[in-house]
């Protein structure tokens, strides 16, 4: 009996990861409900109280002062939308509105043209980062509001840094990370590579939605080429004689929607047949299939791309054709965020002082699930991604409306109030030591740093 394959054995891993996440929501409903130590916003426990009064408040403030030049950001990108990598005036703004307040940044660092640098505080100190986006979608503009985004990470920025001054020595540093081409191409992937992240303790953003959300899924992203080369022939005269590219990218196609019965029900795998043939009297030579896959964790996004090998390989195998299989090709991989609860907390803290109640996780389905490059930072030091509300509950992200929505009155008004919250959360991060510890102890216990760079080799 000829037996080349027997049946793979399945991952665990995302089984290992229900366990851990069930054993961590028991404990949140179970642990201590009172006194100091008490569950913060989020269930999680021992968050340290933060920055000193005065200086958050001195933050709130500032960051309200800023409303109408954080105003002139959110409109002049928006009105400007520039595509990943061609942000050149929309980081010009942002180093010119620094540049108003004292501030010398430098453009184009860490090797890319639009990326920009500053930092205010000493150095000698902890440190942490806030994340500014300002690319746009070609066609459609700041359908993601990174409109927004830019505009809540200067404000951020500038509004600590004032607190800071305010309050004598500096606790420690804050640098603002001008981050381009997050929409497709992994920026900060690019940035942390040539050491964006040297010295930084931990980094943080906003990014604006239909709804507050202090914690929400974001996906691990990776792009995925089949190329399928066959042999032409005369597709009447002499078929027997070609071997059909397009019948393995069909059976490749089919695969993926075959695979779908047995996928971690969060997976997503999108795909396109970009080519498949010329003419219908020839039997197609080549035929190229691009994808996306995602998954919730690292390690079950590297089994789905796994199990996509193995189809890419079969389909070939089927028709006698030969495949070339490319990852992530021009672009990085994107891991999912890995949400620090501490930090979470300080945020939710912070927002709620100014009128926001963000949902905590689990509230909104983990199925309403996009992407960012901000899951690469969160596995190399502690980090938080949560959301900020710009527009009604049912316009989602990348759609016409929700551009719209990126400058409105309700996006200004969610950038002060980010720039507020991210500057209150950093202070607190500064300013608490047993805070400090309580973050690094949670992101120990999840794992540690990650070696992103190679961690699909």
């Given at each position: 009996m000829d037996r080349m394959n027997r049946p793979t054995p399945p991952s665990t891993a995302?089984?290992?990861?229900l366990v851990a996440e069930t054993a961590v929501r028991r404990e949140a409903l179970t642990g201590p409900s009172t006194g100091e130590d008490a569950a913060g916003p989020t269930g999680t426990a021992g968050s340290g109280a933060g920055a000193p009064v005065a200086?958050?408040?001195a933050a709130e403030r500032a960051a309200a002062r800023l409303a109408p030049e954080l105003a002139e950001i959110v409109h002049r990108l928006h009105e400007h939308p520039e595509p990943a990598f061609e942000e050149h005036r929309s980081a010009a703004t942002l180093v010119e509105v620094l540049a108003r307040h004292g501030i010398e940044a430098e453009l184009g660092a860490y090797g890319v043209d639009t990326a920009f640098r500053a930092?205010?505080?000493?150095?000698?100190?902890?440190?942490?980062?806030i994340c500014a986006e300002y690319d746009a979608l070609p066609g459609i503009g700041h359908a993601c509001g990174h409109n927004v985004i830019a505009a809540s990470g200067v404000g951020a920025f500038l509004a600590a840094r004032e607190a800071m001054a305010s309050g004598g020595a500096p606790a420690g540093r804050i640098v603002l990370l001008g981050t381009p081409a997050e929409e497709g191409h992994s920026g900060k992937e690019v940035l942390a590579r040539n050491g964006a992240l040297e010295g930084v303790d931990a980094a943080i953003m906003v990014h604006p939605y239909g709804l507050d959300v202090a914690d929400q899924?974001?996906?691990g992203r990776r792009l995925l080429t089949w190329t399928f080369t066959g042999r032409p022939a005369h597709a009447s005269a002499q078929p027997y004689m070609g071997r059909n590219a397009l019948d393995a990218a069909t059976l490749a196609y089919q695969g993926i929607g075959l695979l779908r019965q047995q996928m971690p029900p969060v997976d997503r795998v999108h795909a396109t047949i970009a080519e498949g043939g010329t003419r219908p009297s020839i039997i197609t030579e080549r035929a190229v299939v691009h994808l996306y896959a995602r998954s919730k964790y690292p390690d079950t996004l590297r089994d789905l791309s796994r199990r996509l090998d193995d189809i890419a390989r079969g389909a070939a195998l089927m028709t006698g054709t030969d495949v070339e299989i490319t990852w992530d090709d021009g672009a990085h991989p994107s891991l999912p965020v890995r949400t620090n609860r501490v930090l979470t907390d300080r945020w939710v803290a912070a927002q709620r002082r100014l009128g926001r109640d963000p949902l905590p996780a689990g509230v909104l389905s983990e199925t309403l699930a996009a992407s960012t490059d901000f899951g690469?930072?969160?596995f190399r030091v502690p980090g938080i991604h949560p959301l900020v509300q710009v527009a009604d509950?049912?316009?989602a992200l990348h759609t016409a409306e929700f551009a719209a929505a990126a400058a409105t009155p309700a996006a200004v008004s969610a950038a002060v109030d980010s720039a507020a919250g991210l500057a209150a959360t950093a202070l607190d991060y500064l300013y608490d030591a047993g805070l400090r510890a309580a973050v690094h102890e949670e992101f120990a216990e999840e794992g540690g740093p990650v070696?992103?760079?190679h961690y699909f080799d």
């Open positions: 995302y089984l290992d990861h200086l958050v408040a930092e205010a505080g000493d150095p000698a100190g902890p440190t942490i980062a899924v974001w996906l690469n930072v969160s509950p049912d316009i070696d992103v760079e």
